[in-house]
């Protein structure tokens, strides 16, 4: 068995979590599940938005499965999503963004990113003076390494071809001018059997909305990482197509790559995809692989027969997808 800790979190986390758990018991009874508070909703019955008891159990568990949280706007808060990314070392966030349907008018996708997740501008040091502002943003060595080899790692053993570095080398010259060196050294020495790519931010944005099929597997750093795998999920058909996944070298972190979406929140209209999707790349870390294309094969044929979600003009809501996609897992089982 293994444990995996629950956190579903604040607007749709809890509604497209409770999706992905039941997705996952209809393909394995290998799982058990146990759940955790974070965010606004933890803040509100325990008083912080990342308890404790919640890290220890993210320490304690196999792997887990998160929702989203709604970040608060006061200074004093530190992120409960940066909190659990640091403590437990998750320095690689893994965005694979693909079309589960074809969509009229958009490209096709098929690219993973794989963003830096401990540094850059996500250390929320930010200091005022009496004329504004200074943010601390950190690149280190050390850091851009380890992510460089794991994207040359996950696109050795994943069978993708070459490897584009986005960066802003011409404007930040010695800290994306460092990341840029690194994955030079890297990819002559490691990733020599990949093609190496460079491109800058801004026309790599405009890249993945017109051609993005110039793009195999991209490496990052966070803050790029972070808006350019909305932009891909935005050409895949949404946000609600884009899982992700927090991985360190013992500890691992999966969810969508949006967020509360307070919008929609309460409306049961979700789409639940990117969780479910989330499992699935949780089952493949735990090395439960054909669980995990049972899952990803389940998705596709329910779009293919045209069940679509209300994100992309269909009918379905949370739990009407949701069953279409379990009834597909169980009748694959009987
Ligand atoms: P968001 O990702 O929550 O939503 C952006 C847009 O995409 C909204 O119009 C929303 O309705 C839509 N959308 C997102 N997920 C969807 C889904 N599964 N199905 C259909 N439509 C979906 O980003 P937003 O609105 O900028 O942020 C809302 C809150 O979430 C903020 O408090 C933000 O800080 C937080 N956030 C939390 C994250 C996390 O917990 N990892 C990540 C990103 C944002
Ligand atoms: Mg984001």
Known sequence: MKRICVLPGDGIGPEVVESAVAVLKAVTDELEFEYAEIGQSAFGKVGSTMPDETLDLLRKC????????TSSDSMADASPVLRFRKELDLFANLRPVKNYVKLAGRPSIDVVMVRENTEGLY??????????VTTLRRVTRAASERIVRF???YSLKNARKSICCVHKSNVLRASDGLFVSVFRELMASEGRELEAREQLVDSAAMKLVNSPHEFDVVVTLNLYGDILSDVAAGTAGGLGFAPSGNLGKVHSVFE??????LDIAGKAVANPTATILAGAMMLDHLKLRNEAAMIRQAVKSTYDSGHLTMDIGGRHGTKGFTEHVVRRLKRGAS
């Open 62 to 69: 196999d792997s887990a499965l998160f929702g989203a949280v």
């Open 123 to 132: 250390t929320q040091n930010e200091q005022y003076d009496d004329k504004g």
């Open 151 to 153: 994207a040359i790692d």
């Open 256 to 261: 969508p790559a949006h967020g509360s979406a």
